[in-house]
């Protein structure tokens, strides 16, 4: 039996302001549409996003951005199932813009509104372009989070590890900005690290010989903050960065190992998924994929445009759960956001992590 849903999907958590129509037919995925208006221009003269101007930003730009996904996809909003946004977690404003925007298209329309965990989104983002079963392995790597779920299905999750403190993007934005390299920090750190040398700072490697997949990368970025300041040559900066990236990529690929060496598919192979900003990085990549390769796993990092915040994986994460006929009580025009909300509240609760930044809930 053929069962296809449409559903446009809206995304405001963090900094792009992204809405995408998607149709799933029978497990098969076909995207319509996939905008997506990033505010980097906005955000830059602060060097870091500003939770205020990103409201607001998401309020002028969410209609247009909903009307170009409707647009470029052709159909009209009768012929959609349902409107799946972000409830959560992320920046308050911009995820109550996404929501509001939403419920007002699905009540319109008369159609479902499904309110979607930002997270569930980049845990589903490889099934938009591989065929990528269930279960696999996940580390999300973003400005906001930085994670080890071993994702078993639809809604079944469960935390392995996280950072204790920073996200790993994080501290690539804040080392961009201890040595005045603009924003977003990630891809400026990446590019001045190819021409210096990694082992010029010994930077630790913290938690690396802890057991467990915790994380933590604040003291790593203090250490850069003291090194900083006597960096005053490109070369000097060059080295600085490619001794960051280092220390990051060492514990990115011993930590990934112990976790797949403990993830046990059963008769499936090994999957390991990097999803967000941080998966963009060449040297993580790579450090990912010799760990994967060790373990016997294979390494999937879904296309960069879905790496990194979009709304096509929250469509996803709406349509999924519209066939599988998942939606309950808690979804519909009632649904309200949620700044912080673990994908696997019961681990949040048994061990939480604590720790806000400026990206918002890293749990
Ligand atoms: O997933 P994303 O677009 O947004 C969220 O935080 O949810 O990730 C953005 C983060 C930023 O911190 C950015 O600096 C980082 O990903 N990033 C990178 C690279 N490109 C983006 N970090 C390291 N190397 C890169 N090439
Ligand atoms: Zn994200």
Request: hydrophobic fraction near 45%; glycine fraction near 12%; charge should be negative.
């Amino acid at each position: 039996m053929t069962h296809a849903v449409t559903i446009l999907g809206i995304e405001t958590s963090c900094d792009e302001t992204a809405a995408a129509v998607l149709r799933l037919e029978d497990g098969k995925v076909t995207l319509l549409s996939d905008i997506i208006r990033t505010q980097l221009e906005e955000h830059a003269p602060y060097l870091g996003v500003v939770p205020e101007i990103a409201a607001r930003a998401h309020a002028e730009l969410a209609d247009a951005a909903v009307a170009a996904a409707m647009n470029a996809a052709g159909i009209s909003y009768g012929d959609l199932d349902g409107v799946a946004a972000t409830a959560g977690p992320g920046l308050i404003g911009g995820v109550l813009v996404g929501l509001m925007t939403g419920k007002a298209v699905a009540q319109a329309a008369g159609i479902a509104f499904i309110p979607v965990n930002h997270l569930e989104g980049h845990a589903l983002s490889p099934r938009l372009s591989e065929d990528c079963p269930f279960p696999y392995l996940l580390l999300l790597v973003s400005g906001g989070h930085c994670q080890f779920l071993e994702v078993r299905g639809l809604g079944d999750y469960k935390r392995l590890g996280s950072t204790i403190d920073d996200a790993v993007g994080e501290a690539f934005d804040k080392v961009a900005k201890l040595m005045g390299l603009g924003f977003p920090g990630g891809p400026a750190v990446e590019r001045l690290a190819g021409s210096g040398n990694p082992k010029a700072h010994d930077f630790p490697r913290p938690l690396l010989n802890r057991p467990g997949l915790e994380m933590s990368f604040a003291g790593l970025k203090s250490a850069v903050a003291r090194a900083a300041p006597g960096a005053e040559t490109e070369a000097a900066k060059a080295d600085i960065c490619a001794s960051f990236q280092a220390a990051i990529c060492d514990v990115l690929a011993e930590k990934s190992a112990r976790a797949l060496a403990g993830f046990d598919p059963g008769t499936e192979g090994k999957r390991f998924v990097v999803a967000g900003g941080v998966a963009a990085n060449n040297a993580v990549r790579a450090a990912l994929e010799t760990a994967a390769a060790a373990q016997g796993a294979r390494l999937i990092a879904p296309p960069l445009r879905h790496c990194t915040d979009n709304a096509a994986m929250i469509a996803l994460a709406g349509a999924e759960r519209m066939a599988a006929g998942m939606l309950d009580g808690a979804d519909g025009l009632d649904a309200g956001s949620r700044p912080r909300w673990p994908l696997d509240e019961a681990s949040a609760l048994n061990a939480p992590v604590y720790g806000g930044g400026h990206k918002g809930a890293k749990a």
